[in-house]
């Protein structure tokens, strides 16, 4: 079990926000994040909601229908909740 799984249990919020921290210099997209954890884009996209009202993750519009994710590295949340997840994940391996 994931380090951070132990702690928070495994919740589709705590997936996508761990897939971005883990791109965490790459923009992807609903359905990239959805491929990669095995949510549902209408899991993904319900659960990356807060994640931009937060200013965790910034989302940039490509053309009309397109929207590419990433976290926000000038967000000082982000910074402590990437931060976090390094020292949880080296004192729980």
Do not use: C, W
Not at 9 to 38: C, D, F, P, R, W
Not at 62 to 78: H, S, V, W
Request: net charge negative; hydrophobic share 40%; charged share 20%.
């Amino acid at each position: 079990m994931d380090p951070m799984e132990k702690i928070f249990g495994k919740t589709a919020q705590m997936t996508v926000l761990k897939n971005l921290i883990e791109h965490q210099n790459e923009s992807t997209y609903l359905s990239g994040i959805a491929e990669e954890t095995g949510l549902s884009h209408s899991s993904v996209s319900r659960v990356i909601t807060p994640l931009i009202a937060s200013g965790i993750v910034i989302e940039k519009p490509l053309g009309k229908q397109i929207r590419t994710f990433q976290l926000n590295m000038d967000n000082e949340a982000t910074r402590l909740i990437i931060d976090f997840y390094n020292k949880i994940n080296q004192m729980l391996e």
